[in-house]
């Protein structure tokens, strides 16, 4: 795995969190025959408390940017799957803008069952 990764363990919570910044995503990139430009960032957490599985969580961020001469848009997505001895949770929120303007949200929310063997 390339990109920067961080580990914080609290130890009276017993709580552990690791954040993780991929190095895959290219960062900004200006493309110079057209003026388009470009970029994508993410950032992962992973968290949990020892010794409760359930407790596991999971965040998943990205941003991407695309943008000329004039005009910019930028399209944020904020993932966050959780569980519990039934099922698996998931919360998603998607944001568009053009320039710093908001012009589009929406969120959806949905569980999926465990299945065991």
């Known amino acids: 795995m390339s990109g920067r990764a961080s580990i914080t363990h609290d130890l009276l919570s017993e709580s552990v969190e690791m954040v993780v910044e991929p190095d895959g995503l290219p ?14 960032w993410g950032r992962d957490t992973y968290a949990i408390v020892e010794g409760d599985p359930l407790s596991a ?9 695309t943008g000329g001469p004039g005009w910019a848009t930028t399209t ?3 993932t966050t799957m959780s569980c519990d001895d039934r099922a698996f949770h998931v919360h998603t929120r998607l944001r568009a803008r053009d ?6 949200e929406r969120a959806w929310s949905w569980s999926t069952p465990r299945v065991f063997g």
């Open 76 to 78: 944020e997505i904020d």
């Open 27 to 40: 960062g900004k990139v200006r493309i110079v025959s057209s003026g388009l430009v470009v970029g994508e």
């Open 99 to 104: 320039e710093q303007a908001l012009f589009f």
């Open 57 to 65: 969580s999971v965040r998943c961020e990205r941003t991407m940017e």
